[in-house]
């Protein structure tokens, strides 16, 4: 029981277990939706650069407008700004749900409504992030609300694609748009039900939003953890990532599967991330963190090279597990990093160059891979993919020196703990 208890020690606080129970249940829809889509270009398309080119659209708009989103973030009600973009998020759902049941259904209206799901996200996701402080009383279960958070979207991402691969080969894409559009419901009920404090952000003496981007820019970039943190999540965005745009090419091609194999890949991937987030949120110290951000990414690019070279899929399943497993490792202690060294009044533009570069930069990155994989294979590209992210891991592994000091000295003023490993 003890150990059940300190997994879901976050799950204290009334506003975060509301959030949890919704997000749980919307999520699970939001990967069937990423799995139907990447299944339906390609089932359209036949070609790897469209699916690079549909994931890239549903990605660069987070890229151009995060930085300063997060800027709004900061000077917007967190809350408000959730329940919003969860209504969009639904409307964007029910289009494609709408225009895939009725078979009107395009190539081109998936990239347009990947382009419109993007701009929603591009201020979501640094608000989320952002809001996670909001809702957590007790500043010493941040951690474990960051590694739940992970949890739940792992445990999304074994269901959703499972479902999705069964309900795709059953009854079409279609359906998995109006379960994802349904979906939605249940986290903004659980929005609603919050009651939350209204507090007055710290905001810097400008209100000039290219200033106050600049003042963001200067401060996470000119701190060396904070820095290195951001600058190896973007490496293994850009060239590890966007194996989850190629899975439909190794599941038909390779592994001789259908909707099914791709669902079961997916799946497997979502079962090793959970793993990972288990395991996160049973830990009782952010001691070691920087540690595993050290391994991860190693691991991750031996998954990613050992899932291009299978033939079989047992192993291909195995490769993913692993994929899945170091990546979330990677993404969690990262965000639980960051946000605890982090400024209050400077935290939704931190989590919103957070946002950038963990998946504003997989937007070149999935439209690099699908035109790689289009001239050299996908396996080629993977392999490739695979070698940087190791070099990443060894990259930052050096930089440790220079990082680790900052880091203890900041966690020791805070009164966290007397050493970071």
């Known amino acids: 029981?003890?150990?059940?208890?300190?997994?879901?020690?976050?799950?204290?606080?009334?506003?975060?277990?509301?959030?949890?129970?919704?997000?749980?249940?919307?999520?699970?829809?939001?990967?069937?939706?990423?799995?139907?889509?990447?299944?339906?270009?390609?089932?359209?398309?036949?070609?790897?650069?469209?699916?690079?080119?549909?994931?890239?659209?549903?990605?660069?708009?987070?890229?151009?407008?995060?930085?300063?989103?997060?800027?709004?973030?900061?000077?917007?009600?967190?809350?408000?700004?959730?329940?919003?973009?969860?209504?969009?998020?639904?409307?964007?759902?029910?289009?494609?749900?709408?225009?895939?049941?009725?078979?009107?259904?395009?190539?081109?209206?998936?990239?347009?409504?990947?382009?419109?799901?993007?701009?929603?996200?591009?201020?979501?996701?640094?608000?989320?992030?952002?809001?996670?402080?909001?809702?957590?009383?007790?500043?010493?279960?941040?951690?474990?609300?960051?590694?739940?958070?992970?949890?739940?979207?792992?445990?999304?991402?074994?269901?959703?694609?499972?479902?999705?691969?069964?309900?795709?080969?059953?009854?079409?894409?279609?359906?998995?748009?109006?379960?994802?559009?349904?979906?939605?419901?249940?986290?903004?009920?659980?929005?609603?039900?919050?009651?939350?404090?209204?507090?007055?952000?710290?905001?810097?003496?400008?209100?000039?939003?290219?200033?106050?981007?600049?003042?963001?820019?200067?401060?996470?970039?000119?701190?060396?953890?904070?820095?290195?943190?951001?600058?190896l999540m973007a490496l293994v965005s850009l060239m590890g990532m966007p194996y989850i745009v190629l899975v439909p090419i190794f599941a038909t091609q390779i592994l001789h599967g259908g909707a099914q194999t791709l669902g079961f890949l997916m799946a497997a991937s979502g079962f090793g991330a959970l793993v990972g987030g288990i395991y996160l949120s049973s830990r009782r110290s952010i001691v070691g963190l920087g540690g595993l951000i050290t391994i991860a990414p190693a691991a991750f690019g031996i998954g990613l090279i050992a899932f291009a070279l299978s033939q079989y899929l047992w192993l291909s399943l195995i490769a993913m597990a692993i994929a899945g497993l170091s990546l979330i490792l990677q993404v969690a202690s990262s965000n639980t990093i960051l946000q605890t060294i982090v400024d209050e009044d400077k935290r939704g533009r931190v989590m919103s160059f957070y946002s950038m570069s963990f998946t504003g930069t997989v937007t070149f990155g999935n439209l690099l891979a699908g035109a790689a994989a289009n001239r050299i294979g996908a396996s080629a590209t993977l392999v490739i993919g695979g070698i940087a992210c190791i070099l990443g891991a060894v990259w930052f592994y050096k930089q440790k020196p220079i990082v680790k000091p900052m880091v203890r000295s900041i966690y020791a003023r805070m009164g966290i703990l007397n050493e970071v490993r």
């Open 1 to 231: 029981m003890a150990g059940l208890s300190t997994i879901g020690r976050a799950l204290r606080s009334r506003n975060y277990r509301l959030f949890f129970s919704g997000q749980s249940i919307s999520l699970i829809g939001t990967w069937m939706t990423q799995t139907a889509t990447i299944w339906l270009v390609y089932d359209l398309t036949n070609s790897a650069l469209w699916l690079g080119a549909v994931g890239f659209a549903s990605q660069i708009p987070s890229f151009l407008l995060a930085p300063f989103a997060g800027v709004l973030v900061d000077r917007w009600e967190r809350h408000r700004t959730l329940i919003g973009t969860q209504i969009l998020s639904m409307l964007q759902s029910s289009l494609l749900a709408t225009l895939a049941l009725t078979g009107a259904i395009d190539v081109w209206h998936l990239i347009a409504l990947s382009i419109f799901q993007g701009l929603i996200n591009a201020f979501d996701m640094p608000a989320r992030q952002a809001f996670v402080v909001d809702m957590v009383e007790n500043r010493e279960d941040l951690s474990n609300a960051i590694a739940l958070n992970s949890s739940m979207f792992s445990g999304a991402r074994l269901v959703g694609p499972a479902i999705a691969g069964l309900a795709i080969a059953a009854v079409g894409a279609g359906f998995c748009f109006l379960i994802d559009a349904v979906s939605y419901i249940a986290v903004i009920a659980g929005l609603l039900a919050m009651k939350i404090e209204r507090k007055k952000l710290v905001v810097s003496s400008t209100n000039d939003i290219w200033q106050r981007f600049a003042e963001g820019l200067r401060y996470a970039f000119g701190f060396a953890p904070i820095r290195a943190l951001l600058l």
